[in-house]
């Protein structure tokens, strides 16, 4: 009787399309929760009035909410049997998800390279998340190490695909309808465009502590079900000796923080990369700092501008100081997320 | 002043009915926070599409969380001064329940038998839940044992209820206007009730470990005011030395495991019988196994079947053996529920 | 680059009025979570239709959720550099606020006192919540502690503003179209104005122990971000060893445990003032009782009486004893919360 075993290496096949499942529809209770777990305050997403008066029809859920859930909804096809979550690239969000609408996702298999030692191999797919119409709302790729059920097993050539770097510029998407009139700038209640310049660093100044019930009900609402979360009986004779938290969780911890000192930046267009470079578990406390990489004017738009922002997270480690790397590359003992991503702005025109 | 001392065994008297109170309008952000505390993933509970594909309004709020908010309500009047939940029989859900619907519940004494000790006796009620309309959405038996005020006080004969081993197939209620068409089977994302025969035994894998703050949410959200969950000061002292987890508490969490092999079992009709065989604290880890007891076709229906499971949970100890009883009828030390209950699934047709 | 340093005792001036933001679109999701966290049970913030059949519109949200919103959102420009929350006065509810409805909150400056050490000083303000239609939900008196960024900064001569005892009750505002027919009383299932007697104490019974995930989704739900409530990395060094609980939360405690006793209260009008007059952690169990100190008619209504109430939580000591203060004044060491409000009440008429 089939009950959840998940995929195996040698089970993925190079251009399957994998539907995930069940849909998820979203509603302004799990947004509640989201704000409940991070605070999140930022005023699109906190505010309908605010989010009418730049042409969204209510305030949207927030972009890591959606993030969460589609990534969720992959893990029973994808990552049941990971041994490690590699990283993303090229992620975008192509509309605005509000409550009630109802996210499905599916994966392709864009890659596949068995590993030397032959336990174990990486799958990399392209995860999209859609709603109840079809519109997209989301992809990104992902790349995981994946057990085998049997190390003999003999497996196809290894296909690596190539991994973009950077989100193209031309394939952003602005929400639909979105304009910024300079009367309303007000409204929006955060920083603007103009405040940055490339090279701005950032301290996000607060530090909050990670509790197992808040990881277990985030990752949960996610319906993300990938067993190190949630285990303490296995987990405590684990690598780590406790459960782990979900990587996604310091994403939407550090965004929560970051409103310190970018709070204009009200929309999440693309993730160009991530890696979460040492795990977090519950009793941690989470520090984060931003670095403006890049200022982007958006072609045809005065009312908006883009930055290209590389935040780090840190734990148990205030970030006056910006802990990112030695000199040899190697990341300071204390940062567990580095992200470079895309946010957009309102122009004071 | 009266303070919400609850009832004692004397109060108690045979056929009278007891309002609970007050009522309770559920809404979204009741079911999110459903999902949260437990990860439920049945398709029809979390999406509105695929439930309206099969005939409900929208989606429908999950099967349990009805059964905990007018257990909760319940609470008050008749086990704020209980010794021990003895079980319950013969529960039927008559009808879902959608957000913005507004549950109450009574319960009519139905037997009353002192134990020979003279401190406490058994109480036997019938508790109903109805929307505001009076529609019955939910009714069950539960019998308690419940202190006496005064150990002298005299009371009246015993009087003890016949109860029903099974719930009449007969007085199984569908769900209005639920239509599975061939067509939109693949909108359920899970199994079918071809998928299974008598004796089958799935285990469900995934363990979850409590949290305190988990369970006195989940027991706070269904206005279930038992002492014993959320009162360290005095528990630290008691027979445990701790919190007790609300015993529903661990029946949603086997109900959510078990989407691991039962993923098309969308709708419970009907509760058999359930036993909590042991206490469950904080820090336990909650895995599930269930055996297919029988398969029930459902007269003039060829979209839908039944199936009576057995769902057996057990802690800090995986269920690949399917931990049960022993030859003489003890049950296996790690299990902490044993819970007998019909549920309803597509059919290929 | 700002992000979110707060301000200090020199950069207050006194009239100046202060926008907080962002302002927060609550809904159902907000108010179930509320539940969740307290356990809260009056029946008109429980029951959309029992708050119809007294001319609420739908359930209203808690009146305690709509304060802590409020509250929240001054925290970053009013207490984030503050030693300490010196007490609330001349707080009054002006408006129900509703799922969908939209705060902003303001702050006026109304009195400013250097201390004489020259580190700190004390900032009055008057903070408003209103909806987005400017209608006046809230408004209430706060004076706190506020470090200053540098000693040796001239400040203005000191404005102490006179601070009512009591909130005068001419200035009382009952919720629009509010009518108790007697007819619909047994709607309320709660006691009535006519149950309670100058003087009475009741005894709330129940205790409820502190989670830190609890207290940190509670505070974070209502945007509040003072630093010692959610960083634990530096708290453990702090004064305490440990993260302080937000006072509101013991509050919000408080008055679900009074449901005991009080649960016609359905409404609070006013909070005369409160006292924190000792920190709660995670942990703590909070215990609490009331005392009526006084029954108030409200001029030209028969179906409607208020009370004020002195309602006193304490920490791991039950409260059947009514523990408050000895004969020199001095707060029983359990006590953490000394709170004297109005709450209203139906009539039977």
Redesign the interface.
């Known amino acids: ?5 998940g995929n195996f290496f040698e089970d993925f096949t190079q251009g399957v399309t994998i539907p995930h ?5 979203l ?7 989201y ?5 999140s ?3 699109i997403q ?5 989010a009418r008066a730049i042409g969204y029809r209510r ?1 949207p859920l927030d972009d890591l909410l959606v993030f969460h859930c589609v990534f969720g909804q992959s893990v029973a096809d994808i990552s049941l049997n990971a041994v490690a979550n590699l990283g993303y690239a090229d992620c975008r969000f192509h509309a605005p998800v509000y ?2 609408d ?1 996210l499905e996702a599916r994966s392709t298999v864009i890659g596949l390279k068995e590993n030397s030692n032959r336990k174990t191999g990486v799958v990399y797919v392209r995860t999209e998340g859609f709603k ?1 119409d079809d519109e997209r709302v989301l992809d990104y790729i992902r790349w995981v190490m994946v057990r085998k059920r049997d190390p003999e097993a003999e497996v196809g050539p290894p296909q690596v695909p190539e991994l973009p770097t950077q989100v193209a510029v031309d394939s952003l998407v602005l929400p639909a309808q979105l304009k910024v009139s300079t009367a309303r700038l007000g409204d929006l ?3 603007a465009w103009e ?2 310049e490339a090279g ?10 990670i ?4 990881h ?6 996610y ?1 993300n ?1 990938a ?1 190190v979360h ?5 987990e405590k004779d684990g690598r780590f000796g406790r ?1 782990i938290v979900y990587g996604g969780h310091v994403i939407s911890i550090a965004r929560a923080l970051s ?3 970018l709070s204009g930046a009200f929309h999440i267009l693309a993730i160009n990369g991530g890696s979460h470079t040492a795990p977090s578990f519950a ?1 941690d ?1 989470i520090y984060a700092w931003s670095e403006v990489i890049e200022k982007l004017a958006i072609p045809g738009r005065a009312d908006l501008g883009a930055l290209r922002v590389r935040t780090v997270a840190a734990k ?2 205030a970030c006056g100081d910006f802990p990112y790397k030695d000199a040899a590359g190697s990341y300071d003992p204390a940062v567990v997320l580095d992200l470079d991503y895309l946010v957009l702005l309102p122009r004071r025109g």
């Open positions: 009787m089939a009950s959840g075993g499942g069940p849909p998820r529809t509603g302004e209770g799990d947004q509640s929760l704000t409940a777990l991070y605070g305050r930022f005023t906190s505010s309908t009035p605010a305030a409550p009630g109802t109840e209640r955060g920083t405040d940055y701005d660093r950032i301290d996000h100044r607060d530090g909050v502590t509790e197992e019930a808040e277990q009900m985030a990752t949960r609402l319906h079900t067993r949630f285990n303490h009986h296995v459960r409103y310190n000192g009793g406390t148990d480690r």
